[in-house]
């Protein structure tokens, strides 16, 4: 019993601490044993917080690891993995819903910040086009291609017939390299030619090409050696 006031002692004092100085002032490991407070009752997850950070090498490592695994760690509750499990699509959902009212993009940041929310725990290769109006009010975000592609097998035709669909005077062509780096390879820079001057054919703003990678981009729109593909 007098373990269990003490624990729950300390789990007042860490909440208090969390209330006062805010999230940004907690490191990792605070914040994760939080979390396991409400998946593991009545014990202490300081510990346990710690050993999950060395084993998945991070926080979002931990937040991406797959449940079996989580599950693995001796200490760990089903409804403690679930509840990790939860964060990322929770976090995905609120881009989305709070993106949907305020879609009206009006600069590359904007437009930089909008598309990396696109890819919160996406894991594999995926290539989107945002569809917007003469005042960037997003019309629509459609998957161009899932999994294992490359630029070049972007078909501009699909682009074209989703241009059609929703009307758009104005676009945004993402894609993401999940194991590299947010640089355009040769094949990136080919295929954004081309597309460039298909749309101009059909004098369809294209705006930007952004390559993701993790919460980096890269906008091929803002450098000064693809602006003129834009221009």
């Not at 693995?72 to 993106?99: D, E, F, Q």
């Not at 017939?161 to 009307?167: A, C, G, S």
Request: charged share 25%; aromatic share 6%.
């Amino acid at each position: 019993m007098e373990d269990q006031n003490l624990n729950a002692g300390h789990r007042d004092r860490l909440r208090e601490e969390f209330i006062k100085a805010g999230e940004d002032a907690l490191p990792d490991y605070k914040i994760l044993e939080m979390l396991l407070f409400y998946g593991i009752p009545r014990k202490d997850t300081r510990q346990l917080a710690k050993i999950l950070l060395n084993k998945f090498g991070s926080l979002s490592g931990v937040l991406e690891a797959d449940i079996t695994d989580l599950k693995s760690v001796s200490g760990m509750t089903t409804n403690a993995a679930c509840l990790i499990k939860l964060i990322l699509p929770l976090a995905k959902r609120y881009l989305k819903s709070k993106n949907s009212d305020e879609r009206t993009l009006h600069s590359f940041d904007e437009i930089g910040s909008f598309v990396v929310g696109q890819y919160i725990a996406a894991k594999g290769e995926k290539a989107i086009l945002v569809c917007m109006n003469r005042v960037g009010k997003v019309l629509g975000v459609k998957i161009l291609a899932e999994g294992d592609f490359d630029s070049a097998g972007i078909s501009i035709r699909t682009i074209i017939e989703h241009i059609l669909q929703t009307k758009a005077t104005s676009v945004v062509l993402a894609h993401n390299h999940p194991s590299g780096i947010a640089l355009p390879s040769k094949e990136d820079v080919c295929v954004t030619r081309q597309i460039s001057d298909a749309l101009k054919a059909i004098s369809v703003n294209f705006i930007d090409h952004i390559i993701v990678s993790g919460n980096d981009y890269v906008s091929m729109a803002q450098s000064k050696e693809f602006r003129e593909i834009f221009e």
